[in-house]
């Protein structure tokens, strides 16, 4: 298409980009070249051209294939495999998605012969995050516990970020890190979280802390406070035996 000057339109891309999920401001971002859109598997995702101006005819891309075009005072056309998946705003040009699957990931770019240059989208599409998974372990007095993510997800795993809920004063977890030390000097009824993220998506998981001691773990830390006691025990009678040994 030919590109011919609008200040207005020009001035509004510029601005502030949103992405709309399920009709719902999501997030807003600006970037100088392609700007970042997250959507969901199986829901929907708005691309935004922030005109301020009616556009006079438009053309959606992804990559080099046409997914929408509409002339002016001519019905628009959709292409595969996008008909009866999207809802085009024939005034402002912005474009909604719906029924994302991982296929439609990819960059996606408006004309139009109202602007000067084209803008670009690059959308990321989400699975739908599972629920990590929370091992632990007992090292000499400390909890370990490690906040996973099913092997049988790949999507974007790469994006997730974890994070922890955690009562207790003892716990040790560093930044972002899937793993959590707890010392068992601490309460350990006490329930601990782990989150993990994404641009779009958190899933959480819970773990009551004394379901990570061995059943028997409680039983011997009497039995090591019971033999200090019992040397102690043995050598006051041995004591009073040699004094009264001595006495004699």
């Known amino acids: 298409m030919a590109a011919a000057s609008a200040p207005g339109l020009a001035a509004g891309v510029l601005g502030a980009f949103c992405l709309v999920l399920w009709f719902d401001v999501i997030s807003c971002?600006?970037?100088?070249?392609?700007?970042?859109?997250?959507?969901?598997?199986?829901?929907?995702?708005?691309?935004?051209?922030?005109?301020?101006?009616?556009?006079?005819?438009?053309?959606?891309?992804?990559?080099?294939?046409?997914?929408?075009?509409?002339?002016?005072?001519?019905?628009?056309?959709?292409?595969?495999?996008?008909?009866?998946?999207?809802?085009?705003?024939?005034?402002?040009?912005?474009?909604?998605?719906?029924?994302?699957?991982?296929?439609?990931?990819?960059?996606?770019?408006?004309?139009?012969?109202?602007?000067?240059?084209?803008?670009?989208?690059?959308?990321?599409?989400?699975?739908?995050?599972?629920?990590?998974?929370?091992?632990?372990?007992?090292?000499?007095?400390?909890?370990?516990?490690?906040?996973?993510?099913?092997?049988?997800?790949?999507?974007?795993?790469?994006?997730?970020?974890?994070?922890?809920?955690c009562p207790l004063a003892g716990c040790d977890d560093g930044p972002g890190s899937p793993i959590l030390y707890v010392k068992t000097e601490n309460d350990l009824s006490q329930e601990i979280q782990c989150t993990i993220s994404n641009a779009l998506l958190n899933s959480t998981s819970s773990l009551v802390l004394r379901t990570c001691l061995p059943a028997d773990h409680s039983r011997h830390r009497y039995v090591l406070l019971a033999v200090p006691l019992l040397v102690i025990v043995l050598i006051v009678i041995l004591l009073g035996a040699f004094q009264r040994w001595r006495a004699e």
Not at 53 to 68: A, E, F
Not at 93 to 117: A, H, P, Q, R
Not at 136 to 142: A, D, R, W
Request: hydrophobic share 35%; net charge negative; glycine share 2%.
């Open 29 to 165: 971002e600006q970037l100088s070249s392609a700007q970042s859109v997250f959507g969901v598997v199986n829901k929907s995702v708005t691309f935004l051209t922030a005109s301020s101006i009616p556009v006079k005819d438009i053309l959606w891309k992804k990559r080099k294939d046409k997914v929408v075009e509409k002339e002016e005072n001519l019905d628009e056309s959709i292409y595969p495999p996008f008909r009866e998946r999207i809802l085009l705003n024939i005034v402002t040009g912005d474009l909604t998605i719906f029924n994302l699957s991982s296929s439609d990931e990819d960059e996606y770019e408006f004309e139009s012969t109202s602007i000067k240059d084209s803008i670009k989208f690059f959308l990321t599409v989400f699975e739908p995050l599972p629920s990590p998974t929370l091992n632990c372990i007992l090292i000499n007095e400390t909890i370990m516990v490690q906040c996973g993510i099913p092997e049988v997800y790949s999507s974007h795993r790469d994006l997730i970020t974890y994070s922890w809920y």
